[in-house]
Each structure stands twice: as structure tokens, then as C-alpha cells.
């Protein structure tokens, strides 16, 4: 059975940086490409970055150049350092594969205040 597992958020100032992390079990992970989604509270998830088995990454145009995702295959782990947050970078952030299938994890808390 899959498992996700988000971790990391917390309360930061604007400008200010997290580490999100999210441990994956139940499924193959190193052949997998693996995002990480956020979602504010009304609206849709919504596709932040994505890494595949080979470490090429791409992102939305909205965290392009202050995000970085990144991945450990030994540890069955993905990342995402979010730097220079904004207010509207706060939401709930999951992680699943680039096509994503349930279940999802719990996601984890990114708050930014002014």
C-alpha cells in the first residue's frame, strides 16, 4: 500500500525559507517522477515542481527560481526547498507521482506572514 508522508512546514516570515519533506513507501520510487502539489483553501491543487528518476526538474512559472526540488532514491524521499516565500505561497502541500494517484498524504502546513 502506498504511503506518503509530508513534512516541514511551519510558520516563516516573507522572504523567509522552508524544506518540505515527503517519504514515500508502498511503491517503486526510484523509477518514479515525484511533485509536490499545494492547494489554498477553495481552489484546486495545483502543480508546483516535479523531479523525474533521473533528477531533470521543472516548475511552475509562479515558484520558478525561488523553489528547488530535489530527491534522495536511497532514502525513498523527495524535497522542496522553498526560499524568498510570499504570502500567497501559503497552502497545503502534498506530494504523489508527476500523474498523480491516491491515496494522498496529509500534506503539511506552509504559513507566510507579512
Known amino acids: 500500500q502506498v504511503q506518503l508522508v509530508e513534512s516541514g512546514g511551519g510558520l516563516v516570515q516573507a522572504g523567509g525559507s522552508l524544506r518540505l519533506s515527503c517519504a514515500a513507501s508502498g511503491l517503486i520510487f526510484d523509477i518514479r517522477t515525484m511533485a509536490w502539489y499545494r492547494q489554498a483553501p477553495g481552489k484546486q491543487r495545483e502543480l508546483v515542481a516535479a523531479i523525474t528518476s533521473g533528477g531533470s526538474t521543472n516548475y511552475a512559472d509562479s515558484v520558478k527560481g525561488r523553489f528547488i526540488i530535489s530527491r534522495d532514491n536511497a532514502k525513498n524521499t523527495v524535497y522542496l526547498q522553498m526560499n524568498s516565500l510570499k504570502p500567497e505561497d501559503k497552502d497545503v502541500y502534498y506530494c504523489?507521482?508527476?500523474?498523480?494517484?491516491?491515496?494522498w498524504g496529509q500534506g503539511t502546513q506552509g504559513t507566510v506572514s507579512t
Open positions: 504523489n507521482r508527476r500523474e498523480p494517484k491516491p491515496p
